[in-house]
């Protein structure tokens, strides 16, 4: 079945190709997760897709290097933007790296980053011991259904912020507005069923809380709504008519039509709205939302700030005068005062006018018929009153509210607020009224913070870092103590040499010894990548590979050309070549490698020694090799010459790849010469954006000269070789030309094989192995896999195949 998946991700990233889009097979990607499989946050095509290709669920990107589990409206809309309809994860991301997400035998459904011990998430289906599938449903639910095709778990049972059609709300699942238009995580508006099963809108920042929909000046019955129900239910039909228990009733403004997609959400501004999406402009229409005036949605604006509607981007959040925001990012914060003395109970204390404007709620006292005057000895005499509205009432007399907090404040033309403040504030007699504070636009889109998911240290590397720590100290006081005596002794170059052999950790040799290891450099077994590889054997035994830098000889000192190198030696992987030590004397600049006895690839092409299981064992090691130069070290390694010459084999014929990090070295040779040095690499195997002085070059190159690579190693055809003009570096299009010609049979393989291999092969290995060559070498370098794809794609097939045989 994993087999089938692999298949999928091949037919999805060859029908990118112009060549096979044409292909009358094309099948859409799963929308099936089988039981015991799972979707990795690597692999950026590990997604299940509807029936219908209207819903993705996968991991998303929500933050640099942080994602979550998702579910989202496959198509993006025309600012190219995703609708997330559901989240496994919202208020904890997992890692870039290593994240998995797997459906386990059991029926349980665990999402697990690889830095934490414990699962981030889970379906947490305790009683269900037999498999379910994962599916993801034309109608924007994702459920897991057992072999009795039941529904053990659903997306639609924990919503997010968003309801869909046919999507039940109940009353164990209310909706949480994201904190921002960028930030997922949980935010601080709810639509839910109260316990008088009333469905309302309510915030609930660390701050304060309340409800602010429907109208909490109003009962339920004045909004029209039910409190004799016995249940709670809610949900959009079809036509866009929203039916709830509480006999709130609505039908958007497109309702009759059913062939529109609808969405409900919570949004981050605390409105509840319905939209309707109008797919020819890719944009989503509100067609109901349930506050008309964005300022009667509370705690937006924090303490001590006032909400105004601006037209086009929302509403907008003011600090009253003299007081300042407390979190330049975030306005339900509030704002707090610049002056700092205490208001208690202080009779000199006086009142600014703040002309229409309410606060709402918090009243420490409510006369109804009282003049300015007499509501300002009211607030005078509470120590904790902050000011008082004064409304103008029909009657012809006004009432007094004072208010012990100014949260909620918005514009109302009835009254004025008076705020309390100190005299020693009262300026000049002309400026009584007060004028708008600090103001900042609520519609701003907040800077994003990065999420920091550091790996966790196991107690054993943590010791073993102590023991290392300890011995780098020792080891620096130790070259301290050295350099001084070689300082004293024999004068500072032989200190810095001391000192720059104990920072990299490389050996040093001297060009003598190695001279004498290679017998002066008479056993050539390799050439390329700057320079010339002999054979050398030390007296202790050891063989070593030695490479003369040609190319690098007369120009830099030892610090340099270390400096360099010291990234090399940081990369430790089974198929990557080892180094061992460098020589810097004068202009003789070598570096000394492992030596692998079978040689390079290219002198194995056409040997009898390499059947079928080991060139796919090659293919496999080269891959693991690559990916771990393009991702997992700390700087990005390009080898920029991937080719037969520079993979060795070891013993067991086990692919080492050599010459790597070279270029880096070799960088500076580049850019000082003319344009044409830039392009490097090996004719044949060399990406075509090589060619193109402004494409950038990126990991992708090497992709490129795999993939050929692996061409040649099936086909037994040399890239570059063929004096035949028109097949010369297009190995590629030949073997498409026979893929097409079979049409849709398995014929081609057979043709495209070299005969002259011994041994057989499975042929759906093979199928794949060469899908994957073709991949790799095409045109497009954006339409190519990442060598970690190569890798788990391979991979997949390795597993398969096992278990294939563990069956029989
Ligand atoms: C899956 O979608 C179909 C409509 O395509 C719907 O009838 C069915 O109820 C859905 N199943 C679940 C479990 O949501
Ligand atoms: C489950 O559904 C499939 C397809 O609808 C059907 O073939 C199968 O018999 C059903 N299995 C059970 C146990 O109901
Ligand atoms: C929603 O609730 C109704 C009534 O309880 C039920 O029939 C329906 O299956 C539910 N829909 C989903 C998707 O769970
Ligand atoms: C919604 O439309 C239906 C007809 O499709 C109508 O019966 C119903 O009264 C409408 N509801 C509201 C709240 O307008
Ligand atoms: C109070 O606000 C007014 C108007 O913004 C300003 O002129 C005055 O300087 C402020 N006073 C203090 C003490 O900040
Ligand atoms: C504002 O809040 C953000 C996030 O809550 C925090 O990172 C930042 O340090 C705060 N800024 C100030 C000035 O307190
Ligand atoms: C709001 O302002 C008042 C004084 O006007 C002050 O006492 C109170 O602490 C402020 N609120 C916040 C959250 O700073
Ligand atoms: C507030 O108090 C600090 C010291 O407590 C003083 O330096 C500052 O001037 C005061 N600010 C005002 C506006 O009175
Ligand atoms: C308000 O109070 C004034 C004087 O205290 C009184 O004359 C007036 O009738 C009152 N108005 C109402 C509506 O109670
Ligand atoms: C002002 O008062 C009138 C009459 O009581 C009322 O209809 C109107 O809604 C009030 N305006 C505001 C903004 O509260
Ligand atoms: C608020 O910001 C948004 C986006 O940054 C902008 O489109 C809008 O014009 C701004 N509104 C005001 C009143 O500054
Ligand atoms: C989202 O907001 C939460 C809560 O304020 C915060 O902890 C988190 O770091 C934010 N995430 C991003 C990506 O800004």
Known sequence: MASLFVFFHLLLLLSKTPVLSSSPTFVSQPSVLKPGSSLSVENKDDFLISPNGLFTAGFYAVGENAYCFSVWFTKPLRDKSHTIVWMANRDVPVNGKRSKLSLLKTGNLVLRDASQPLPIWTTNIIN?????????????????QNQDNQTIWQSFGSPTDTLLTLQNLTKDTPLVSSRSLTNYSSGVYRLYFDSDNVIRLAYNTPTVAGTYWPDPMLTAWASGRSTWVSRRIANMDLFGRFVSSDSLFFNTSDAENQFVIRRLTVDVDGNFRAYSLDETRGIWKVTWQAISDACKVHGICGDNSTCSVVPGSGRKCSCIPNHTMINQTDWSLGCKPKFNTTLCGNNEDTFLRFPHFDFYGYDAAYVANATLDECKKVCLGICHCKGFYLKYQPGGFYSCYAKFRLLNGYKNSNGSMYLKVPKSFLLSPTSKDFVYGDSLNCSKKLPTVPIERA???????????????????FGALETICIIYFLYKTRGPSTARKGYLQAATGFQRFSYAELKRATNNFSKEIGRGGGGIVYKGEFSDNRVAAVKLLKEYSNKEGEAELLAEISTLGRLNHMNLIDIWGYCAERKHKLLVYEYLENGSLAQNLHSSKLDWGKRFNIALGTAKGLAYLHEECLEWVLHCDVKPHNILLDSDFNPKVADFGLSKLLKRDGSRNSEFTRARGTRGYMAPEWLFVNHPITSKVDVYSYGVVMLEMITGRSPAGDQNAESKGRLDSWVKEKMMEAGGTNEWIK????????????TSKMDILIKVALLCSQEDKDARPTMRQVMDMLLQVEEDSDNYENCI
């Open 455 to 473: 790996y966790e240290k196991n107690p054993k590397n943590e010791s073993l870092k102590s023991l290392m720590i300890f011995t780098y100290v």
């Open 751 to 762: 043709e495209v094989v070299d005969v002259t291999v011994d041994g057989n092969y499975d």
């Open 128 to 144: 269900s011991k037999e498999p379910a599938q994962l599916i993801m449903n034309n109608t924007g639910n994702l459920y897991l």
